[in-house]
């Protein structure tokens, strides 16, 4: 199975704040790299896929890039309600894998 | 609008079996494959499989195989996950999802989650 690196696992950040999260395949996946944002109680939010292609609705303030083994997820300018756990995923191989998670605390 | 709506908790014993249950609106239910997906305490989530409710097709993790049954009704629009011989290490919340393109992509909406805990 294709293994998912994430990193960090947590940060603390203010409002406002530049956010980075990478993600690392054990193999390369192309762009088959999809980013969602998880806030305990609620229902995992799909923000990107394909890298770098950003799910209707989400707002413009996140952002993603890479491709092969290494890819990113950006907020840019963070605001209060992304206070949560992000996770990348890999579909580039019939067995879907998740990263370990980054969680985005104040 | 796009929803999916999963059963309640369960409390099961080991060596039992949970059937959850997953039931969806807002589009055309046998055009996607619903992915099963849990996340137990402290630990990434893990893909457990999907269906095809268009033929019944089903795809699963090999840690799964011969524990886990998915299945779905057309007719309610609704799908299906058993999973059998339950230990403590099934505990988790587990999830359903419609897939993002129609045939095994990944999730784009998720279910509310539904928690399993094992437990004697």
């Known amino acids: 199975a294709i293994q998912m690196t994430q990193s960090p696992s947590s940060l603390s950040a203010s409002v406002g704040d530049r956010v980075t999260i990478t993600c690392r395949a054990s193999q390369a996946i192309r762009d088959t790299l999809v980013w969602y944002q998880h806030i305990p109680g609620k229902a995992p939010r799909l923000l990107i896929y394909s890298a770098s292609t950003l799910q209707s609705g989400v707002p413009s303030r996140f952002s993603g890039s890479g491709s092969g083994t290494d890819f990113t997820l950006t907020i840019s300018g963070l605001q209060p309600e992304d206070f949560a756990t992000y996770y990348c995923l890999q579909e580039y191989d019939d067995f879907l894998t998740f990263g370990g998670g980054t969680k985005v605390e104040i | 609008q796009v929803q999916l709506v999963q059963s309640g908790a369960e409390v099961k014993q080991p060596g039992a079996s949970v059937r959850l249950s997953c039931r969806t609106s807002?589009?055309?239910?046998?055009?996607?494959?619903v992915h099963w997906v849990r996340q137990a305490p402290g630990q990434r989530p893990q893909w457990l499989g999907w269906i095809n409710p268009a033929n019944g097709n089903t795809r699963s993790s090999e840690k799964f195989q011969g524990r886990l049954r998915l299945t779905s009704d057309t007719s309610a629009d609704t799908a299906y996950m058993e999973l059998s011989s339950l230990t403590s290490e099934d505990t988790a919340v587990y999830y359903c999802?419609?897939?993002?393109?129609?045939?095994?992509?990944?999730?784009?909406?998720w279910g509310q989650g539904t928690p399993v805990i094992v437990s004697s």
């Open positions: 999802a419609k897939d993002r393109v129609g045939v095994a992509s990944s999730p784009d909406h």
């Open positions: 807002g589009f055309t239910f046998i055009n996607y494959v």
